[in-house]
């Protein structure tokens, strides 16, 4: 199954392009142009920059976006994996960051829709992969199952 996210903080970018183009009229004299140019064009990055994550039996497909276009793709055997650790984001938020045996790890955070977890849940159950939730991870994990539970009591009902 795939799952995206997009990068969070449109407002806090549209914030700083203000305060940039502000900066650009004060300072066209002084030569600071071109690092403001690039503080532009990182926020206008940021602002487009989708990610996609796709969950087969075997394996973890990690792409970057940029619109439409492929800037970074990864094909993740469990092979690769050394562990998928869960973790609290916020009040209702769960997260999970895939820790690799070599080179970067993947952290996997506001990806919709939120089932992205039983996904890598079974994942790691199908591949032998070390699966380490904290404390937060689990209550959000029993939380999440009870309103599942709910819902399909209230479907049932209907």
């Not at 849940?121 to 937060?136: P, R, W, Y």
Request: charged fraction near 20%; aromatic fraction near 12%; glycine fraction near 6%.
């Amino acid at each position: 199954m795939t799952f995206s996210s997009k990068m969070n903080g449109l407002g806090t970018a549209l914030i700083c392009i203000l305060i940039a183009l502000n900066t650009i009229r004060a300072s066209v004299h002084n030569g600071t142009i071109i690092f403001v140019v690039y503080f532009i064009i990182v926020i206008i990055l940021g602002i487009y920059l989708n990610y996609r994550v796709t969950i087969d039996e075997q394996f973890i497909h990690y792409t970057v976006l940029f619109g439409n276009f492929t800037i970074y793709a990864r094909k993740i055997s469990a092979e690769q994996i050394k562990e998928i650790k869960g973790k609290r984001i916020n009040w209702y938020r769960m997260g999970a960051t895939v820790k690799m045996k070599q080179g970067v790890n993947y952290r996997l955070n506001g990806f919709s829709p939120e089932s992205i977890f039983y996904y890598l849940e079974d994942f790691a159950e199908k591949n032998n992969v070390t699966l380490n939730g904290s404390k937060d991870y689990q209550v959000l994990r029993r939380r999440q199952d009870r309103l599942n539970r709910q819902e399909i009591n209230k479907r049932k009902s209907n």
